[in-house]
């Protein structure tokens, strides 16, 4: 049977992925309950409302089940849908949404879960119905490479404790000797709304150099090309990230807005910022926004920066001021047009996690010649 029409609607594969997606979820809430301690973030447990979270978690439960009995009723196939039952069914035996919460409680090392989840449900919720309603192309959430991504979103957000380790610390060894309360207290004495536009356009500039210097060094490229490497852009495309990747860019561009002082309000907002703005500009949207492209990223301009065409190698680096790529020459928005395929151009990135992670790390295979890699003089 062709692939396509095995998937397409009313065979049950989307009612027989989304049992199989929305169970997991039920079940690794149902782990936070059972393990909390390693689970969870601290700063964040006494904030939960664990009531309307039970409710949230029992709804979750219900649908995927239901789900799963609509996939299995209309699929000749009924892996999918007995899974999806399956993994409900588990959840329900450690206690479904009635399950007692582990109250003994620690904070050294956790995993977070319940950040990973929390995130996952928001950003479902916004981006799905938008790129239905406004999507430049007819895509399935489910589209090719969705699982892969999947992974590295939830490795990246599981492993919020290390990766805010790796942002921080270096920040905190190179320059925890710049302490100059003039500036602090010049910086801080402003309204918070400027110093957030601050921030972000401080960020933008460093994040617009190390995101060049991915480009243009051929070892630091391994690493980035992992990230070039979705060959479909919607709105979990942005999450595949090779660790150092992710790592040294964030520690980069944290550095200049420690050692300046900024309040921590401003930057709490920008990193909620950031992380909403650059979903955004990967997401399958069409929307056009007239001269305001030429000034604030939008997904047709990081979309080109994707783009496997020749003419879109190595352009439109900024992530929020596309003036930056003017300014500098890397520039590309070519009126209404959009890219006609993505990916790394003329070279072969695995499309497996394992794989991914070690590809930076191999010998790169000898003899082809690329526009990342720059030709000897």
């Not at 879960?113 to 999507?135: M, N, Q, R, T």
């Not at 439109?316 to 890397?330: K, R, S, W």
Request: glycine residues 8%; neutral net charge.
């Amino acid at each position: 049977m062709n692939l396509d029409t095995d998937r397409k609607l009313g065979t049950g594969w989307i009612s027989g992925t989304a049992s199989v997606s929305l169970a997991t979820i039920g079940l690794c809430a149902v782990f936070c309950f059972h393990f909390p301690s390693y689970l969870t973030i601290p700063e964040a447990r006494e904030y939960y409302p664990i009531a309307w979270v039970r409710g949230l978690l029992h709804i979750i439960l219900v649908s995927g089940f239901l789900l799963g009995l609509t996939s299995v009723m209309l699929r000749h196939s009924k892996i999918l849908g007995m899974s999806g039952m399956g993994i409900v069914g588990l959840a329900a035996l450690l206690g479904g949404s009635r399950v007692q919460l582990d109250t003994d409680l620690k904070s050294d090392w956790y995993l977070g879960l319940d950040y990973a989840l929390l995130i996952l449900i928001v950003y479902s919720l916004i981006f799905i119905p938008l790129e239905k309603l406004f999507g430049r192309l007819p895509q399935s959430v489910f589209r090719k490479g969705w699982r892969l991504d999947a992974t590295y979103f939830f490795v990246s957000t599981m492993l919020v404790q290390l990766t805010t380790y790796l942002t921080l610390k270096p920040a905190v060894v190179l320059f925890g000797w710049a302490d100059f309360p003039a500036l602090h207290n010049f910086i801080r004495s402003q309204p918070g709304w400027l110093q957030f536009l601050e921030i972000m356009l401080l960020a933008d500039l460093v994040q617009y150099w190390v995101h060049r210097m991915f480009h243009q060094v051929p070892w630091l490229w391994r690493f980035h090309a992992i990230h070039h490497s979705a060959e479909v852009m919607d709105w979990m495309a942005g999450n595949r990230l090779h660790i150092v990747d992710l790592a040294l860019t964030r520690s980069l561009i944290y550095i200049p807005s420690f050692a300046l002082g900024f309040d921590e309000m401003p930057m709490y907002a920008y990193i909620v910022f950031v992380s909403l703005h650059s979903v955004l500009i990967h997401a399958n949207l069409g929307v056009k926004l007239g001269w305001w492209r030429f000034l604030f990223a939008t997904p047709q301009f990081h979309h080109w920066h994707h783009g496997a065409e020749p003419e879109a190698i190595d352009k439109n680096f900024a992530v929020h001021v596309p003036l930056l790529d003017l300014l500098f020459g890397t520039f590309y928005l070519p009126g209404d047009r959009w890219p006609q395929s993505y990916g790394v151009f003329g070279e072969k990135v695995p499309d497996r996690f394992l794989s991914q992670l070690v590809y930076p790390f191999r010998r790169p295979q000898a003899a082809k010649q690329t526009d990342h890699q720059p030709a000897e003089s």
